[in-house]
């Protein structure tokens, strides 16, 4: 034990440490902490090969074996371990961080997927039982997006909708297309937009052209075009027209999410929507062009050019909405609308797309596939 007391006093004195003990006398030991046996010849305790990034020392700061007085040192090379171990449990690569990853087009994948494929047998259900029913789902998301967007608009601008009137004049606008076609929904949209002026009148004079504006714009963007969606049932083939919309619409926006994903490298409109790459875009035009011929030539007895030039115009208008509600999103600081789907996010976040393009899937079918 004399030679481990020699050479752990030359091991500290070359150090610069605190002078060792005297040979023969005991070194304190540390308030709870074991002694460790010793091997002749090593002068240090007997240690545990050390793992990289991995801290060695006790709870008292110092590693088993440390000379007391080395407290400081000690406590610094803990410090310096526990930061290397803390940054690298948050480097990207590991399990958990994997785990909790969102996919590279910004969602999640699987949980998306999901809610998609309810959502889209309900609608199929809906329309090879009692086709009417479509009309319902229109109503409800309709509703639920006007909830979503006034939700928003009060919570970030202290903008408010006047949300009687265009629950209930968007509800008549979407009902009353069904008997009545588009006179039904435009006269219910002309009152809703008085009902508004109305409605906001107690309000007083501050923020009233601020508010009456979102509630037309509210009034418009959600009821007014969902009704153009509830206009293409009434008629015999209406479940080929509504799935003709929808499958187009559907095509549209996978395409583009699997071109951009896999190959997307230029961004459309880097300062609206930086995800949004010309490949997707690409990618829309490959599967809306292809969904419209074959769905227009099959399901509604149309010509393969005209299944082309619907596909080409509902990737315009699907590609539309999306920039509008990013813009829509962006100037409100908000990411998603709500959050009652995952994967999606809100009601209005899978609508964006939709509204457009069901405007322009009633003009055109009316037009390559008139009534009678």
Not at 25 to 46: H, I, M, N, R
Not at 63 to 77: D, I
Not at 358 to 372: D, E, H, I, Q
Request: aromatic share 6%.
């Amino acid at each position: 034990m004399a030679q481990v007391s020699e050479e752990r006093e030359d091991r500290v004195d070359a150090t610069g440490e605190h002078p060792a003990a005297a040979p023969g006398t005991p070194e304190p030991a540390d308030a709870g902490v074991p002694a460790t046996p010793e091997f002749p010849g090593t002068g240090a305790a007997a240690e545990t090969p050390e793992t990289p990034g991995a801290s060695a020392t006790s709870g008292t700061g110092r590693a088993p074996g440390t000379p007391a007085g080395s407290g400081a040192l000690g406590t610094g090379e803990a410090d310096r371990l526990s930061a290397a171990g803390t940054a690298a449990a948050d480097t990207p690569g590991t399990p958990a961080t994997e785990a909790g990853k969102a996919s590279k087009a910004g969602r999640n994948l699987p949980a998306a997927i999901g809610v998609g494929l309810l959502l889209g047998a309900a609608i199929i259900v809906s329309l090879l039982t009692v086709r009417f029913l479509f009309i319902g789902i229109i109503a409800l998301a309709i509703a639920v997006g006007t909830f979503e967007f006034a939700g928003v608009l009060r919570r970030v601008a202290d903008i408010r909708v006047a949300m009687i009137p265009v629950l209930v004049g968007g509800q008549a606008m979407l009902w009353l297309a069904w008997p009545f076609g588009r006179e039904g929904a435009l006269t219910a949209f002309v009152l809703t937009v008085l009902a508004c002026l109305l409605w906001r009148l107690p309000g007083g004079a501050k923020g009233y052209l601020r508010d009456i504006s979102a509630s037309v714009f509210a009034a418009a963007y959600l009821p007014l075009f969902g009704a153009f969606a509830a206009m293409l049932v009434p008629p015999p083939d209406g479940v080929g027209r509504v799935l003709t919309f929808l499958i187009g619409v559907v095509a549209s926006d996978t395409g583009g999410y699997i071109a951009g994903v896999l190959g997307g490298k230029h961004p459309m409109a880097p300062s609206i929507s930086p995800k949004k790459t010309w490949e997707g875009f690409g990618g829309s035009l490959v599967g809306g062009v292809v969904a419209g011929a074959l769905t227009l030539s099959l399901l509604l007895d149309g010509h393969v050019w005209q299944g082309v030039l619907f596909g080409v115009a509902i990737v315009l208008t699907a590609t539309l909405g999306d920039l509008v509600e990013s813009l829509i999103k962006r100037d409100l600081g908000v990411k998603d609308m709500g959050t009652l789907l995952p994967g999606h996010g809100g009601i209005m976040d899978r609508l964006d797309s939709l509204l457009p393009s069901a405007v322009v899937s009633w003009l055109l079918l009316s037009a390559f596939v008139p009534l009678g």
